[in-house]
């Protein structure tokens, strides 16, 4: 059973020996329902993520009718982008820049902030999603993820040649604003007390570049420990979406660590959520490469060139700079 659910049930549980039966005398009388730090939940960008003009009815409630990958309208957009969920957070400022440069887009972008293995799982099913009772299909112009994955799509023949590298990210550890656990470093996340929250290796694949960070740090031992160990006894929460739930988790006090990009560390500070981070030095640290291809067959692609062109520009690395990405090789 996932951890929250878990955790909900126990609270269940507790009211319910606390209060005990209902009394005639509190029949009748209204009910206050529960109420949550709303702020803790995604999509945390307060519609800012929403490109589409027109938003009709606002209706997102968290923890019960969110839908925070899926950005935009799908009513005849002119360019759509999947891209891994590594840097949802600088995908409106990106959005917004590059309509500044092609006003004829502006309104008209739909994006997709997935892991990159789903978004690949999406594209063979027919670039098809169903979230909650809602299934639609809006097929990719864009494709965004590692620059090795992106290269295996082009060698698949899913994705056309070239593969654009735009910018790097190094991976750091996650922790509660003041750290309540001290860690301080990697080998500290294979101590018995230390519960984690870690991407899951089944459609993330942050986790390989994880597990590669771990087996510097501590040997194939502490990545046996964290990822197959803590797993089994529950000490290791796997994520069921993407590390978006890394934080989630932390601010619930459900884990003390857990290891992300830096990028995703820096914007959860950014805005003011009580998350920190602890570096993870070059000896032990892995750095990834972002890259982008137009998707083979893609209904637009020339809006998808400009898009993949603008991603190295210096417009675009700026925003990217806010939150600790560092240009790509050949970018300036």
């Known amino acids: 059973m996932h951890p929250l659910r ?16 209902a009394r005639a005398a509190d029949l009748g009388k209204p009910v206050t329902p529960p109420r949550y730090a709303e702020r803790l939940y995604p ?3 307060h519609g800012e993520n929403n490109p589409a003009l027109n938003q009709g009815l606002q209706f997102t409630v968290p923890e ?16 759509v982008i999947y891209v891994g969920g590594n840097y949802y957070f600088a995908m409106a ?12 887009l502006r309104g008209r972008i739909f994006y997709v902030t997935l892991p990159p293995g789903l978004l690949i799982r999406a594209m063979q099913l027919g670039n098809t999603f169903t979230s909650g009772n809602l299934t639609f299909t809006i097929a990719p112009d864009v494709y965004a993820a590692g620059l090795k994955k992106v290269q295996a799509q082009i060698a698949s023949g899913r994705l056309a040649s070239p593969a654009v590298p735009y910018v790097t990210n190094d991976l750091t550890i996650m922790v509660p604003a003041g750290n309540p656990a001290h860690i301080a470093g990697l080998a500290d996340l294979g101590k018995p007390d230390v519960r984690l929250v870690m991407p899951n290796p089944a459609w993330e694949g942050v986790a390989r570049q994880i597990k590669l960070a771990l087996i510097k740090a501590g ?12 797993v089994a ?37 950014q ?8 570096d993870i030095p070059a000896s032990q640290n892995v750095t990834a490469v972002y890259a982008a291809a137009v998707v083979r067959g893609a209904p637009h692609p020339r809006a998808g060139r400009a898009w993949i062109a603008f991603l190295r520009s210096p417009a675009a690395q700026r925003i990217f700079a806010r939150y600790g990405f560092k240009p790509a090789a050949g970018v300036r």
């Open 6 to 21: 878990m955790t909900w049930l126990a609270g269940c549980v507790l009211a319910a020996t606390l209060c005990g039966p």
């Open 43 to 45: 999509p945390w960008s």
């Open 64 to 79: 019960v009718d969110v839908m925070a990958d899926f950005h935009g309208s799908l009513n005849h957009p002119a360019l």
């Open 93 to 104: 400022p990106l959005v917004k820049a590059f309509e500044a440069e092609h006003p004829r």
């Open 219 to 230: 040997g194939p031992a502490l990545a046996h420990t964290v990822y197959v160990s803590k």
């Open 233 to 269: 006894d529950g000490r290791t929460i796997l994520t069921h979406i993407h590390h978006r739930q890394t934080p989630l988790f932390l601010m619930q006090g459900l884990a003390d660590a857990g290891v992300t990009w830096k990028s995703e560390a820096i914007f959860q500070e």
């Open 271 to 278: 805005i003011g959520h009580p998350i920190s981070h602890v």
